[in-house]
């Protein structure tokens, strides 16, 4: 029997402590600059007041219990922090990340039910990493989500081969285009060859596109023009709180529902 790591010991204690908090990035249609929702970022806040982040704290967690305890703590304070203003904005999107391995054990079903996040589970984006490819139980309880009509999003999408195949094997609404790849769009280089490759699998496909860490007007014009949709990043606004997240919807969100982001199907 392997006893738990003092890493592992240290964020069941700062869950159990309260130590953890979500923020939420606001995502932007690149055609107008409509705020269509968001996504939910989890934080660990320790005692003396450092900001861990999830690239740090995620991968000590994954395979291990603590993995679904986190995401299901995570759909308890959704539904607190922003379940009554999805219920009033039907048109509004929110995503959070879902580890792969807690994919059809019926976990994640029952803290949604339980939440009362399954009621709004069209408005609902559950992201899932290229890094963690779900096993058979997990795909095929993705493929039964989405004909229940939760969007899919594959994040951290680099373009590659093995992207592309996770694709062709489990139905996705959207792909999140990685951080890395935006930042090569640079004033010297605005059209890398990815960004070609992604403009014919935009015309191959019915995809949306979400372009994550747009942070300059140069990468943000070159996304647009190769028909992206949809992007996140500092150029519109860093992670904010819930009621400043709602504040920024309410500042720039489109009047009637986008078309931009299909309807599940």
């Known amino acids: 029997m392997t006893l738990p790591s003092p890493e592992l010991n240290a964020i069941h204690q700062g869950l159990q402590a309260g130590e953890f908090f979500v923020e939420?990035?606001?995502?932007?249609?690149?055609?107008?600059?409509?705020?269509?929702?968001?996504?939910?970022?989890?934080?660990?806040?320790?005692?003396?007041?450092?900001?861990?982040?999830?690239?740090?704290?995620?991968?000590?967690i994954e395979n291990t219990p603590l993995s679904g305890v986190l995401t299901y703590w995570l759909i308890d304070t959704l539904a607190v922090e922003v379940g009554a203003w999805l219920s009033a904005h039907?048109?509004?999107?929110?995503?959070f990340n879902v580890p792969p391995e807690i994919l059809g054990r019926g976990g994640l079903e029952y803290a949604a039910a339980k939440s009362g996040l399954s009621a709004l589970r069209t408005q609902i984006v559950l992201e899932v990493t290229e890094r963690g490819i779900?096993?058979?139980l997990g795909l095929m309880a993705l493929n039964t989500m989405y004909q229940g009509g939760i969007r899919l999003a594959l994040d951290d999408v680099t373009m590659t081969g093995a992207n592309l195949a996770l694709i062709s094997r489990c139905d996705f609404?959207?792909?999140?285009?990685d951080r890395t790849l935006t930042a090569q769009i640079t004033a010297e280089c605005p059209h890398p060859d990815w960004l070609r490759s992604l403009a014919g699998l935009l015309h191959a496909a019915d995809l949306t596109v979400i372009a994550e860490g747009i942070e300059t007007p140069v990468q943000f014009e070159a996304?647009?023009?190769?028909?992206?949709?949809?992007g996140q990043g500092y150029l519109f606004s860093r992670p904010l709180a819930a009621g400043e997240f709602i504040a920024y919807y309410t500042g720039n969100a489109q009047a009637a529902a986008s078309p931009q982001l299909r309807p599940a199907v």
């Not at 705020?35 to 991968?59: D, K, S």
């Not at 039907?90 to 995503?95: D, H, K, M, T």
């Open 173 to 177: 609404h959207i792909i999140k285009i």
């Open 90 to 95: 039907p048109e509004a999107r929110l995503s």
């Open 134 to 136: 779900p096993d058979q």
């Open 24 to 60: 939420y990035l606001p995502l932007v249609s690149l055609n107008d600059r409509a705020c269509l929702g968001g996504e939910a970022l989890t934080r660990w806040r320790r005692p003396a007041g450092e900001i861990i982040l999830p690239g740090q704290f995620i991968p000590l």
């Open 223 to 230: 996304l647009a023009a190769a028909g992206v949709q949809l």
